[in-house]
């Protein structure tokens, strides 16, 4: 009996240990807009931006707003990451090599973009699996609605806050929930 209640509460420390890894959002490697594996850990102790991004889509304005929130905030720790996805509206339908030209030339992107990628549904790549089972505040749990909505991660690497794709990157309620993160140590 001894031996059984050990066994259960190695197993119980053990599950435990794993759900607390399950709560960062950057144990996961993906793949960069130029083909290279990117270990997201190497963003840890950075707050990071995590949006899913078209380039056909009346929201890609926003792709403006993101690169002027980067280059205000990068040398305090900000770093956003841009997803592309072709699930809404069929409205990023470029290759990688087409969605990286967009980007650099018509808004000057110069933070990191990866390969195209699912955010719902069963092919959905593991970290937005992940992104979408957490209750993240305000939008909360739940698929991906649309283009451009928002992950922030914190420096503890653990989701701070999720935004609509209606709310823009400079919205006041985005840039808030930014400052306060970056003014965790």
Avoid at 37 to 54: F, P, Q, S
Wanted: overall charge negative; proline content about 4%.
């Amino acid at each position: 009996m001894k031996r059984f209640l050990a066994l259960v509460m190695c197993a119980t420390m053990t599950l435990s240990a794993r759900a607390d890894e399950a709560d960062h959002a950057l144990d996961f490697k993906v793949t960069s807009i130029d083909g290279e594996t990117v270990n997201l850990e190497d963003y840890r102790g950075k707050v990071v931006l995590i949006v899913n991004v078209a380039s056909e889509c009346g929201l890609t304005p926003q792709y403006a707003e993101l690169q002027s929130l980067y280059q205000q905030y990068k040398d305090d720790g900000l770093v956003v990451l841009g997803f592309p996805c072709n699930q809404f509206g069929i409205q990023e339908p470029g290759s990688d090599a087409e969605i990286k030209q967009f980007c650099s030339t018509k808004y000057r992107v110069t933070f990191p973009m990866f390969s195209k990628i699912e955010v719902n549904g069963a092919d959905a790549a593991p970290l937005y699996k992940h992104l979408t089972a957490q209750d993240a505040q305000p939008v909360g749990s739940g698929k991906i609605s649309w283009n451009f909505e928002k992950f922030l991660i914190g420096r503890d690497g653990k989701i701070a806050n999720r935004f609509s794709p209606r709310s823009k990157p400079t919205d006041g309620e985005v840039v808030e929930a930014i400052k306060k993160q970056l003014a965790n140590s």
